[in-house]
């Protein structure tokens, strides 16, 4: 992999429905076209319209997968982006903004947050600013950041006299691209990569893209190229440009899911309704299987509620197809019955859970990881089931194929860890090694007569059979009561300890025949002295933390929580004189794990709990705050 | 529905499994297990491709007596297994047995949406009025200001009528008929298992131990049979046109319940296409291949689609 | 307290619907008229009619709460009874049986498990008896058991006669009175005292009560005296005679709750039902609050499903009203999302929860302790919750009462654990101590003029705002989102920060309050080198077994998970040289949170996961053994 | 219903917090917004004793714009919590406010079970057709075959009609009014508020952003008053014998949506006894003290009753 000559951090902001996605999307498949790896981050309200929405993101030779809380360039659509990360831009760094909105007071932003506005409009009075955009372009220059103020009308109405459109109004439809066009422009991005980006966020109509376009002209004719980046040298492979939400979507349908039901939520529904979009996948005419159908099908069902999707995709699973639902934390608390009928059917189903601020509605559409505990507790009664978190969308994306492997196989639920900051995060990815990937199909009992099979005769420590509806020749009873071999149900005292036992065993079972290194990962020196734990999405902060912190540490990631990896965990942290465990929940849940399965106390736990992510920059200081002091608790506090 | 291979013709009996139902004597339940042991030797259902998949309750146990496959999952969840099940497998003959309170009370929600899908399953509902298996409290269909033996207060819900609420949902087969009727209930229960959508088959149910009010001889007193009333009675929809006058009629005649309850088939509609078949307005191999039967990787475990044949716009 | 003159345990068995339950509450209240405490577990199948069902029992003359694994006399319904039960009679004892019934096969029995039946035949075989009564009554004579067969067709004629009825029919009605009458006069209760046990469970009425006189007459002039014990000479207070449902509907009503949502459910809805029928409680006149109502209202609403009950409770408590829910592990997993929700929105319910064998329907009239993590984890995010677990039917109804303070205090969902073993046990039980109850009412906010209050400003550290609705003056608002102190909704970063830990510093203060013997008891001597630790239901037989063992041991029962009372807990077992942990699952939940928040590793863990309770015995040989061997797991079969 | 102190005159603007409502331009909501305002004004309701319980979903955000008690809930369950609240304290004014997702999809079983309970609280549902706040997937309202928006495919569940399922469920007022049209809205919700019941007011509500079928203009080329096109329209059962015939009418009317749309009351009965007093028939005092002021303790905080009172058959 090359050196790492390109690494910048940028932002684009403005007001939610105005056009933040598009600007955003324009800007990552724009620098992908020059040729750089990115990444770029989505927050915004549960909102339709007007409250603040922003991407924050990185661009660099390499893949990239975190951000810093600091940012070279601002891109604004309104003033309130420039407003509120006043103190998000980098000394030497550059905000674009709107002079025309110089005056605005921060009251005439109507959606303004009212404690934000409270804790800003104090900060503007304790640095004697005025309390408008054009006070914090002066804040912004008292830190070293460019301020670099331009007319957008009087830039959309050039636009518009070259496209032949007059009324402003009509024009403000340009101002997403314009805005994130200026800062391409002063990136030195070569122009003709920004047809790329124009086609991707809005089509590829001539004549939309031909004012787009226009667009983007008079955006270089008007900023300079300051930071000269110019197309990557790189010449990386191709590679895909998604997020978490649509990475996911894929691994499921190569992994051979067909069945994905849900009830719509943020952030899980985007998952399903990308499916649902292209829920027909044409086969290459060349392949074998091609023969039987020249196009695969996957079922996408829009629930009545979460105890629909869930009891659907138990049903499909039931049939003998594989299935998956996918949900957020209120809806994964409507499946906790459904889950624990699985385990009790022996029924697998992957349950795909994005986390998200809880509790209750909470934050719909921020950050969390405060449903550990509750995926592995999830439903009454004791059954195995899988929990394994993913680090970053790549994972996630092999993750989602290993889940419909694991919940064929062993039959159980398997509930994929994943959270608001992996769903709606892009990022240019390598492409999969194919060949890597294994789907493994379970062997289908089929008989020649219609006859009566016991599904639940297995031996202690094995699998129950695999009968599929309509393909099998078999009936079967299945219970969600305790029940005999047959499915029928019995309360037998004996009985119900021993079949107890039989879908208990399957723990040890799973836990022996998947290998140890998808249940944990050790990154840099076995032997460091200082071991950063943590657990899902934190992975590519702390990775990149630890890089610039340098020295004797390793960094241990926990996937698999259930069943848990005791004895490499238990190795991989034995030198360790210290353990730091990082993770964006209140209770420090990642830890309380750690501590009931391997006894391994962490010295300290750096927990946010904020609806947002850690930064990079944000985990530098704070763990090496934890070496210097041994403090048992740091919590974050980092707002972007 | 779909094609059924006859390969020999079943008896009832060839239908029945060891176990011994641990209904109470007398239960209301016997005679709906009848009828179903009748109706699929008469449909003569190839066991393997017939699934019942009922909820929790006493009309729940019916799938441990019938040797077809058989799904007793959740209280109040049978519907959407069922339909996971369904479209899995659309050549499946599938149905949902269930009691008052799981499918109208805890089930409610599901009960709509299932007509507002008409996917092509019969719902057989046990309608004792009560809740039989948790010791007799009141049901969803029990009327107000009745008291039944193991309530202590006369009931304080309304009544909700199950054939008003399916038409209401969109039920493109809605039917009434009586457990101790074997002969009534086997027609009906064809019927709506032939039927192409979504089907309820409302059981009046008597529940002996529990339901101390509607009984054998309330029931008896009250019954008779539409088209017996009016021979000229026509539930069927042949023609779109035909649809509205005859929802209509259905919905007005589902109005009566009290002194005279009537059964028999209130509305039949094949005009209304399948949510299988809506589904496979976008899915297309869905009806030809069944779902599980095609493909999910190539014979040596290998993916059978990449990102770059699937997602060619996503590439940079 | 008296001595334990006697102490006997007891059994009657028949199929359910055809007066077993009668029969054993006419033996209960029979030996209670007598003087005696007792005692008696009801094990029952998930069925309306004819499966085989009994009650488990022990008398003595002071309070008991726990079986053995063998009785001393067993009174039987029918012969299917007689077959079951083969094994549990302790040699000496009695078992009573119909003759009638002495050729019946066993596939005669047509709703015998299967699975039991197997096994039975089995054993018969093996011990080369034929598979009939006749069998049974022959293995009973072999184990040195008196097997008193009489004609109860012939002794029913003879009941018929002295009371005009001669259809056998319709004196079959008269057989479960009879089974424990023949049991009673064996045992040497004074007749009168039958009188009282008749009118308990069949009511009053002059005929009803004679004629079942006449059956009491019949069997004692059938039977002999044979154990002898007379009316107790303990000479024991007033006593009430409940089960756990029922002392926990009683605790609840006389801690202030006044609103019950249920759906019906097994084994909660009794509690629930139980209140229904008494929903009107008249004051006694002299009170002063009787000049405001003289007869208080308790509601109770069958719900049309767990989420309407859990979130209708929710409503009540939001309103102003001591409010709970009453639900078993398939209704629990439903409430999730409900109870998430009185997180975030800070509103204290007592859910209580009647364990029972699962996971899914699984057991649904057996019993289990399967849901405590389930119980500490359930609903998505993270929020302060209480969660306590009762140990007997006398702390049920003490904690019924607190858990009533504590959740309108705190405003936080409390979880109140207890399971089917307490709920359908019932029990001779001291009446309470009243001048030990408080009922502390929190203050309620009033004002003058309607006001706009904001509910959530309340420092760090202390209690949300007390408003009832239609007394405070106050409009407030409220949210499951995150929100301001006026419960808008906001999603400033720093809001909430704080507004999460303002919620969850709750837990701390809740730790301090709750006195820690709430927490946590220890039952002998601190200094012991044993510690036996439990929680829930196990208690009595716990602390009957190491009565019986004797020797250099303590129980330490934890009764709070959350907030867990880590230093208190560690301070108990602080000299413990051996720690054995006992408890009704497979999974060793209750072990898991002890290591998880004290670093404490049970040496041995006596799990049960078989749908039944502890016994004494086996508990007795099961941590000798553990004390002998070592074993870390060993796992408890006994079927009674 | 409960009795209104009257101190002051209050104005809309009275019933308006700080909060401004985060709604897309020209949202439907702002309609039905003021409309709640006016109709507290009219009826001068104490805000401290008028509860507003909402869901999850752009709708359910109107609470906060409202002074009043606002009770900001869980998708698909205001109806239960509000019926905790109503049953706390009969005296308090309930409303519910939801969106079609919130009462007929994940809520449809509460909707049904509030009809047959008859609780004295009024439903106003904001029916955009759509998921709003979850960004624009189909309702249980959008009719089967049109692709809105933001959906990939022609929505393939058929559209239940909120009227008609009211009627089916219990409600004893049902009406239908359009969130444009203040003033229509205005009188309907005064009623639906002074209705001794369970009240629907079903509010067609464009969603300008993600509703892109049933517009404004779609809606007005629609709708008509039902009593302008019928002036012997009379809704009100005045006589228990009326019910039946009135029901009837009301049901048949309800069958009307299409290219026609009826707006107006449908349906209202008074004489079916309310939830509250149907409980009250076995707690007395519940009408007289509102359980929130019912005492739980003596002053010194000992219990109220014994068990020597309470139970005394079971003392042994
Ligand atoms: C979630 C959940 N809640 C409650 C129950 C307890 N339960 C078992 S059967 C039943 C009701 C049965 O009534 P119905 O559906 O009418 O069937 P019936 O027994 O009358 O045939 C209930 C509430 C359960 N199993 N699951
Ligand atoms: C249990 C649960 N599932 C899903 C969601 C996500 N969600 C939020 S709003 C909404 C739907 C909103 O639609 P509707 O009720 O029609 O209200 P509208 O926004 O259209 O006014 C959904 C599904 C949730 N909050 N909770
Ligand atoms: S309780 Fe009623 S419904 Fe249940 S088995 Fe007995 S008679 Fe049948
Ligand atoms: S999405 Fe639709 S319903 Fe929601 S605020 Fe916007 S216009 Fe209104
Ligand atoms: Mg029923
Ligand atoms: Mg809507």
């Known amino acids: 992999m090359p050196q790492r000559r390109v690494d910048l951090y940028w932002l684009v902001g403005g007001p939610q429905g105005r056009g933040v996605e598009t600007a955003a999307m324009v800007f990552l498949r724009s620098v992908a076209a020059a040729g750089y790896y990115a990444y770029g981050r989505r927050e915004y309200w549960s909102n339709i319209a007007g409250r603040h929405s922003y991407f924050l993101g990185r661009i660099s030779d390499v893949p990239v997968w975190s951000v810093k809380s600091k940012v070279q360039i601002l891109m604004s659509i309104d003033g309130q982006t420039v407003i509120e990360h006043v103190r998000d831009v980098a000394p030497g760094g550059l905000v674009i903004y709107n002079k025309d909105e110089e005056n605005r007071q921060f009251e005439s932003y109507t959606m303004f947050s009212k404690k934000t506005m409270a804790r800003l409009t104090k900060h503007f009075k304790e640095e004697g600013v005025e309390t408008t955009v054009r006070g914090a372009v002066e804040l912004y220059r008292r830190n070293g950041v460019r301020a670099l103020g331009v007319s957008y009308n009087e830039l959309l109405r050039k636009v518009g006299e070259r496209i032949g459109i007059r009324d402003l109004i009509t024009l403000g439809r340009f101002v997403s691209t314009l805005s994130v066009a200026l800062g391409l422009a002063a990136l030195g991005i070569p122009r003709d990569a920004l047809r790329a980006g124009v086609e991707f966020s809005l089509g590829k109509r001539p004549n939309i893209v031909q004012q787009n376009m226009e667009v983007v002209n008079v955006a270089y004719e008007t900023v300079e190229n300051v930071f000269n980046l110019g197309a990557s040298n790189a010449n990386r492979d191709k590679a895909v440009l998604w997020n978490g939400n649509e990475a996911v979507a894929v691994g499921k349908i190569m992994g051979g899911i067909r069945f994905v039901s849900f009830y719509p939520i943020t952030p899980a529904a985007d998952e399903a309704l990308f499916i649902e979009s292209r829920p027909s996948v044409e086969l290459d005419p060349s392949l074998e299987e091609a023969k039987l159908v020249d196009r695969l099908g996957v079922i996408t069902i829009q629930a009545e509620d979460e105890l629909a999707a869930v009891n659907a995709a138990s049903g499909a699973a039931i049939a003998g197809l594989r299935a998956s639902t996918t949900t957020s934390g209120p809806g994964f608390s409507l499946m906790a019955e459904g889950i624990s009928f699985m385990g009790m059917a022996e029924v697998g189903v992957v349950v795909t859970l994005w986390m998200r601020g809880g509790p209750s509605t909470g934050l719909p559409t921020r950050t969390s990881q405060a449903d550990l505990r509750f995926a592995l507790h999830t439903g009454h009664g004791e059954f195995p089931r899988i929990v394994l978190a993913s680090g970053d969308v790549e994972e996630a994306f092999y993750d989602a194929i290993k889940t419909a492997n694991w919940a064929e196989r062993y039959q159980v639920p398997v509930i994929h860890l994943l959270d608001k900051n992996l769903a709606s995060s892009y990022m240019v990815m390598p492409l999969p090694r194919y060949d890597d990937i294994r789907i493994e199909a379970t062997p289908v009992e089929v008989h020649s007569e219609p006859i009566l099979v016991p599904r639940y005769d297995y031996p202690l420590g094995g699998l129950p059979r695999r009968i599929v509806f309509g393909v099998s020749n078999a009936y079967i009873h299945l219970a969600g009561n305790e029940h005999d071999e047959y499915g029928d149900v019995d309360e037998d005292a004996e009985l119900a300890r021993t079949m107890q036992e039989k879908r208990l065993k399957k723990l040890e079972l799973i836990d022996r025949e998947i290998p140890d290194e998808e249940k944990v990962r050790v990154y840099g020196d076995q032997g460091s002295d200082v071991a950063v734990v943590s657990w899902g999405s934190t992975k590519r902060a702390v990775l990149d933390a630890l890089d610039e912190l340098g020295g004797n540490m390793m960094f241990v990631q926990l996937r698999m929580f259930q069943p848990f990896p005791t004895a490499p965990v238990r190795e991989a942290l034995r030198k360790a004189r210290r353990v730091i465990f990082v993770e964006n929940n209140y209770m420090a849940q990642g830890a309380s794990v750690l501590r009931e399965k391997t006894g391994i106390e962490p010295d300290t736990v750096i927990v946010k709990y904020n609806g947002r992510p850690f930064t990079v920059d944000e985990l530098v200081q704070l763990i090496d705050s934890a070496m210097r002091t041994g403090e048992r608790r740091i919590v974050a506090y980092g707002e972007l | ?316």
Chains 1, 3 share one sequence.
Request: aromatic share 8%.
């Open chain 2, 1 to 316: 529905m779909s094609s059924v291979k006859v390969t020999m013709r079943r008896t009832p009996a060839d239908y029945k499994t060891g176990s011994m139902p641990d209904w109470c004597p007398a239960c209301g339940d016997f005679g709906i297990l009848q009828a179903l042991l009748n109706a699929f030797a008469e449909l003569n259902l190839d066991p393997a491709n017939t699934v019942l998949v009922s909820g929790i309750g006493c009309s729940a146990k019916i799938p441990h007596y019938l040797k077809i496959v058989g799904v007793h999952t959740l209280h109040g969840r049978a519907i959407p297994f069922a339909m996971g099940i369904k479209l899995a497998n659309p050549t499946l003959e599938v149905i949902v047995d269930g009691g008052d309170g799981d499918l109208l009370a805890i089930g409610a929600g599901h009960f709509v949406a299932l007509g507002r899908r008409n996917l092509d399953i019969a719902v057989i509902m046990h309608d004792n009025a009560v809740y039989g298996l948790t010791k007799g409290q009141a049901g969803p269909t029990l009327p107000r200001g009745i008291k039944v033996k193991a309530i202590p207060r006369p009931n304080v819900h309304d009544a909700v009528n199950p054939v008003l609420l399916a038409l209401a949902s969109g039920y493109t087969f809605v039917a009434r008929t009586y457990s101790y009727d074997i002969k009534h209930q086997v027609e009906v229960i064809k019927q709506a298992i032939q039927h192409r959508g979504a089907a309820l088959v409302h059981i009046l149910q008597p529940c002996p131990t529990y339901n101390t009010f509607q009984t054998r001889e309330w029931y008896e007193q009250r019954i008779y049979r539409i088209e017996e009333e009016d021979p000229s009675w026509d539930p069927v929809v042949r023609d779109p046109g035909d649809a509205w006058e005859k929802y209509n009629r259905a919905v007005n005649k589902a109005l009566e319940f009290g002194d005279r309850i009537p059964i028999g088939v209130f509305y039949r509609n094949e005009t209304v296409p399948t949510f299988e078949e809506r589904m496979a307005e976008s899915i297309p191999s869905m009806l030809k291949v069944p779902p599980v039967m095609q493909p999910i990787a190539t014979k040596d475990g290998k993916p059978l689609i990449t990102i770059e044949r699937y997602l060619p716009d996503r590439i940079v």
